[in-house]
């Protein structure tokens, strides 16, 4: 379904595996009834997942990357216009701020993230700056459960892992252990991020757990080991107005200025603008090569050197 980013695994030489489904699905409906067993549906096409996880498309990528040109810990703040170039004010860990002079800026962040914790001078135009803020960032509402196990135990039940429910905190949940590796049992948790940050991570995973044995009984109680991930609650990726859930990717709004001093120096290449698959993995691939084209479009303009293979 998304021909771009199968290419890019194909590039990378990164194996992709179906998700699990083989088996019954589990329905938690009332807390007065035991879960509900019903024959599982197959999703078709089949849910994709990566050997090694998202992290593994991460290190493939920094493994193509010259290390000299990477920095990381450096978090950029301000964004300033100056007559020649665009000055970046960077907050290093070390607590030194560097600035950075450069032609182009291409944002590989979330518009609205963008929007609300960059500082742009001068401003960016209203609309634009409007469009980007009202943009939600796809997922980032969602906290993330996965408990891990020695053997995936429900399988020899003819259950698949899947479940849903009702009751909560967990609304969806998903076998997405790894070929040859550990079981694993992972889900969303159906409890909006308001609520979410105001019980410990202690309490919730106890509450996760509890709600594994429900389902798939006794041997669910002791993970070998277990993650708890708030994205609501991850200031690289969400901001306030991220913590009410909306269920539907938005419409990529524009990634760069027309008019002003923006214009030609700026261009959004994060997932959320991308007009094809806006939020998902696919999209950053999709919003990156829309925005580098644009990119080297406005260096060719400017006469400016383009470097030999930089694609
Ligand atoms: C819970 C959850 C589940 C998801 N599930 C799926 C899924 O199943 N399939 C799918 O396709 N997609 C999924 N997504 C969406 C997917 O993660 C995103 O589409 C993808 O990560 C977007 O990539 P990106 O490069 O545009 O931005 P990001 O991955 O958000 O990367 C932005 C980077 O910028 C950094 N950054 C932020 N601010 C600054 C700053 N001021 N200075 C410097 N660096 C900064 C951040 O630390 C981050 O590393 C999920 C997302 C979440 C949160």
Not at 77 to 93: C, N, W
């Amino acid at each position: 379904m998304q021909p771009q980013l199968d290419r890019l695994f194909t590039e990378l030489g990164l194996q992709r595996f179906a998700q699990f489904e083989d088996g019954d699905l589990l329905v938690e409906r009332s807390r007065q009834a035991p879960p509900l067993r019903t024959p599982g549906f197959a999703s078709d096409p089949p849910s994709m997942r990566l050997v090694g996880g998202a992290g593994a498309l991460v290190a493939a990528l920094q493994a193509r990357l010259d290390p000299a040109i990477v920095r990381t810990g450096q978090t950029v703040g301000r964004l300033r216009r100056e007559d020649t170039h665009v000055e970046l004010l960077v907050d290093d860990s070390a607590g030194q701020p560097p600035v950075w002079h450069v032609e182009q800026v291409l944002l590989a962040l979330p518009s609205r993230l963008a929007a609300t914790r960059l500082q742009f001078e001068p401003v960016l135009p209203a609309e634009l700056a409007r469009r980007w803020r009202a943009t939600p960032t796809w997922m980032a509402t969602h906290a993330k459960y996965v408990a891990v196990y020695d053997k995936p135990f429900w399988r020899e039940q003819a259950l698949s892992g899947s479940a849903r429910s009702s009751i909560g905190p967990m609304g969806e949940i998903h076998d997405v252990s790894m070929p040859g590796g550990h079981a694993e049992l992972f889900d969303f948790l159906g409890v909006p991020a308001r609520v979410c940050g105001q019980v410990t991570n202690e309490d919730l995973r106890a509450h996760c757990r509890a709600q594994l044995v429900r389902l798939f009984g006794q041997q669910a109680a002791v993970p070998v080991g277990e993650a708890l991930k708030d994205w609501a609650a991850d200031p690289p990726t969400a901001t306030h107005d991220d913590q009410d859930a909306v269920g539907q990717h938005a419409v990529a709004p524009a990634r760069s200025a027309d008019e002003g001093a923006w214009q030609g120096r700026l261009v959004g290449i994060g997932s959320e603008w991308s007009r094809q698959f806006p939020g998902y993995v696919a999209g950053a691939v999709d919003a990156a090569e829309a925005g580098v084209q644009q990119t080297l479009a406005a260096l060719a303009r400017k006469g400016l050197p383009q470097k030999e293979g930089s694609d």
